[in-house]
Each structure stands twice: as structure tokens, then as C-alpha cells.
């Protein structure tokens, strides 16, 4: 039985860090592309940072150079660690794993039926963890 289980939200001020951890188990971990993903109050849910099978990264406009995604292939984690953040950082922040062979660029965009870069086979993530709420004061 897969599982995802996201720790480390929680509410801070803006500039400042938080670190998301997702333990996973139920599946080969090391074989499986993984991402963030984030879902705002009244918007649709999407890409934060994500990561292949081979450790290359993508990341969204909006948080390249603030946010860094990671693992520890002997822990079955993945880590998101989150700098200088903004009130529009605000979110619930979901773990994702797949394991079809998508690049990390893939994986951002899997959600998106509007981008190009998934292709359509690839559309949506086949596992979810439950989500840990993030909150950015002003």
C-alpha cells in the first residue's frame, strides 16, 4: 500500500523558511519521479518543484532560487526547503509520486493540460500524500 505522508508546514512570517518533508513507502522509491505541488484557496492546484528518477529538478517561475527540492534515497524522503516566503506562498502543499518514466519538467506540468511539455499519457501523478498547510503572514 503506497504512502505519502507530508510534514513541516505550518504558519510564519514573510521572509522567512520552512522545510516540507514527504515520507514515502509502498513503492520503489528510487525508481519514482517525484513533486510539490500547492493548492491555493479558489485556485486550481499546481507545479511548485519536482524531481526525476535521475535527481534532475524543475521548478516554477514563481519560486525559482527560493525553493529547493531534495531526497534521501535511504529514507524514502523528499524534502522541499522554502526560503524568503511570500504571502502568495500560502497554500496547502501536497507530495506527489509516479512511476512512469516522466522527466522533472513532466512532472511540473502534469496538472496542466495547457502546457506543452507533458505529454498526455503523463497527465496527473499517481500518488498523493494528504497535504500540510502553509501559511505566510505579511
Known amino acids: 500500500q503506497v504512502q505519502l505522508v507530508e510534514s513541516g508546514g505550518g504558519s510564519v512570517q514573510a521572509g522567512g523558511s520552512l522545510r516540507l518533508s514527504c515520507a514515502a513507502s509502498?513503492?520503489?522509491?528510487?525508481?519514482?519521479?517525484m513533486g510539490w505541488f500547492r493548492q491555493a484557496p479558489g485556485k486550481e492546484r499546481e507545479g511548485v518543484a519536482a524531481i526525476d528518477s535521475l535527481g534532475s529538478t524543475s521548478y516554477a517561475d514563481s519560486v525559482k532560487g527560493r525553493f529547493t527540492i531534495s531526497q534521501d534515497n535511504a529514507k524514502n524522503t523528499l524534502y522541499l526547503q522554502m526560503n524568503s516566503l511570500k504571502p502568495e506562498d500560502t497554500a496547502m502543499y501536497y507530495c506527489?509520486?509516479?512511476?512512469?518514466?516522466?522527466?522533472?519538467?513532466?512532472?511540473?506540468?502534469?496538472?496542466?493540460?495547457?502546457?506543452?511539455?507533458?505529454?498526455?499519457?503523463?497527465?496527473?501523478?499517481?500518488?498523493w500524500g494528504k497535504g500540510t498547510l502553509v501559511t505566510i503572514s505579511s
Open positions: 509502498g513503492y520503489t522509491y528510487s525508481t519514482a519521479c
Open positions: 506527489a509520486a509516479d512511476q512512469r518514466p516522466m522527466t522533472a519538467d513532466q512532472v511540473l506540468g502534469a496538472l496542466d493540460p495547457r502546457n506543452a511539455r507533458t505529454p498526455v499519457r503523463y497527465y496527473g501523478m499517481d500518488y
